[in-house]
T-cell receptor, first 115, second 115 residues
């Protein structure tokens, strides 16, 4: 089975802190994604990566950055956490390339609270 | 840009009954993929069903089936013989046939199963 693992299930950070959310997948997937989930807003894409060291902005990249130094790991970075970044963060991965009808596999989510 | 709309924020259905969740989308592309994902209280997103736009036949997976109306840009999910374990958030999602494109989600429908 595909496994996408997020480093923390719950996280509490202080305003202004630099926050790292880590995501690791074990299926050699090319594509990885970070979404933010808020009630009434669904899933909104923050960043995605289709290969090592490659990244593209999603719909709401402001206040976030990402790093993909190795294929299996995709990190989301909050440079200076703010209370409006309190949310559920979901990481996902999928096979890239020619297998285009494959679905994305998700991690269990990190609920981040910024106080 | 593509958009996905789920017009029902919440729905309820009696156990063993049938329920239909609505999804519409907007795109100028002729070929794409559509998905329904389920997110139970455990937060783990899992794929329920997928549909390739070039296939006229509606996808079916056990008690789950879709009604795909390409001209109307509609992609509804029908759950037959509803079970308590079907209670979850359901997200409709769209992905272009571009090689490594992002996945766009609707805002979700919370489904309650009444015993």
């Amino acid at each position: 089975d595909v496994k996408v693992t997020q480093s923390s299930r719950y996280l509490v950070k202080r305003t202004g802190e630099k926050v790292f959310l880590e995501c690791v997948q074990d299926m050699d997937h090319e594509n990885m994604f970070w979404y933010r989930q808020d009630p009434g807003l669904g899933l909104r894409l923050i960043y995605f990566s289709y290969d090592v060291k490659m990244k593209e902005k999603g719909d709401i990249p402001e206040g976030y950055s990402v790093s993909r130094e190795k294929k299996e790991r995709f990190s989301l970075i909050l440079e200076s956490a703010s209370t409006n970044q309190t949310s559920m963060y979901l990481c996902a991965s999928r096979v890239g390339g020619e297998l285009m009808n494959t679905e994305a596999f998700f991690g269990q989510g990190t609920r981040l609270t910024v106080v | 840009a593509q958009t996905v709309t789920q017009s029902q924020p919440e729905m309820s259905v009696q156990e063993a009954e049938t329920v239909t969740l609505s999804c519409t989308y907007d795109t100028s592309e002729s070929d794409y993929y559509l998905f329904w994902y389920k997110q139970p209280p455990s937060r783990q997103m899992i794929l329920v069903i997928r549909q390739e736009a070039y296939k006229q036949q509606n996808a079916t997976e056990n008690r789950f089936s879709v009604n795909f109306q390409k001209a109307a840009k509609s992609f509804s999910l029908k759950i037959s013989d509803s079970q308590l374990g079907d209670a979850a958030m359901y997200f409709c999602a769209y992905r272009s046939m571009n090689r490594d494109d992002k996945i766009i989600f609707g805002k979700g429908t919370r489904l309650h199963i009444l015993p």
